[in-house]
């Protein structure tokens, strides 16, 4: 892939910087040697001119140099008294500054690119005397120029060290990323329910990977739920096809007429199977959508003895398909374990209203209570619709189903209140 892409971008953010950082402190460093250059030159032909004005002294009213002192100083100083030059070798080049200076009676330095010149005057013993030094700045531009070259060289290695660490290290990076892509293609031809566990993060890749741990089981479980239901559908389908098949097949073989009640009350069942199952798949129960509970309720016991107790003005916000589909299969349940009665009782609360389906039964054991919801549980011959669809249908729809011990049949469904 070479350098295009994210690692490209990094790496070409990373040279950037580091160039950017390079130039700032390569100007920056020539400055400051600059100043410091100068600040040393200046200091310098300071200390040169005290040292000649050590020299002079005044034999007879006349001024004059120590004796062999001007020979070490003759071409780099001039010494002038009341304007006129009493020692030093005047040079084409710098004859007009060196006079200038000497003449002037100021301290005062000129600076060109090969000398800086600095002449002070120095009052000896009432005498005006004026010493002119010179200092040399080849050595110095020369020690500049190799500073900045070294400067430049450097940077340019700082620039590709940079380049090369931002490219491994974002390499890196970017295996976890590529073995989360390779793993990914694998499980996908191979084992769907693998996961990355790349262990505790230590970036923000790590993290990633946690989070697509995460969403893969959510996405498994909820595979795996649908899965369920789709069990669910099968084994409570079952039952009333298999009556109409059976009933079907004793009509052909004794040459008599299909009861056509069983057929309705067979075909009303599955009916009602797929209505709950899709409302279950659909996973909505609109919150603005709400029924009177005794209304509904009279049609879910319609046909059947079940003594009924609630406020006949009670409201749920609940669609009255889905009060149905959960309530009347918890009453064939009812009704097939009672001895003698079943019941509907409701209880209302700020929020929430909570129907018992109560019978005369055998009731559940403490040790059965979740298990009753599972598929396939049953102590006689059916549930009808089974108690795990309608646990599908109240999660699905956000309700509460629960089974309650208490030495009767019992199942409490929480509904919200309007």
Known sequence: MGLTGFRGRIVSLAVLT??????????????LLTR????????????????????????GGKLRLVEGAGDAFDTVTWVYADGHLIDGTLHPSTSDDVQRLGGSGQSEFVTTPQYLLYGVPLPIQGQHVTVVVMVDLTPYESS????????????????????VIAYVGVSRSLHVVRRMSALADEWGDHDPDRRFRLG???????????TFDRLLDRVSDTIADERRLTDEIAHELRTPMS???GEAQLAELSGAQVDPQLVLTETDRLSTAVSAILDAARS????????????????VVEGRVVDLDLPPDLEV????????????????????????STALTAETYDDHVVVHVLDDGPGFREDELE????????????????????RRIATATGLTVRAVADGRGHVEVRFPRR
């Open 200 to 210: 505790p993060p230590r970036d923000e890749f790590g993290e990633l990977a946690q």
């Open 243 to 245: 009556v109409l098949r």
């Open 317 to 340: 916000a609940v669609p009255a398909d889905v009060v149905v589909a959960v309530l009347a299969p918890l009453l064939d349940n009812a009704a097939r374990h009672a001895r003698s």
């Open 36 to 59: 410091a250059t100068d600040a040393d030159t200046r200091t310098l032909a300071r200390t040169r001119a005290e040292a000649v004005a050590a020299t002079v002294e005044v034999v």
């Open 144 to 163: 500049e120029q190799r500073s900045l070259v070294m400067s430049l060289i450097l940077g340019a290695f700082a620039i590709a060290l940079a380049a």
């Open 371 to 390: 298990r009753v919801f599972t598929p396939g549980h049953s102590r006689t011959r059916g549930h009808g619709l089974g108690l795990a669809v309608v």
């Open 284 to 299: 909505r129960m609109p919150r603005e959508a709400s029924c009177r509970l005794a209304s509904v309720l009279e049609q």
């Open 18 to 31: 580091a160039t950017l950082v390079v130039a700032v402190l390569v100007v920056l460093s020539h400055v």
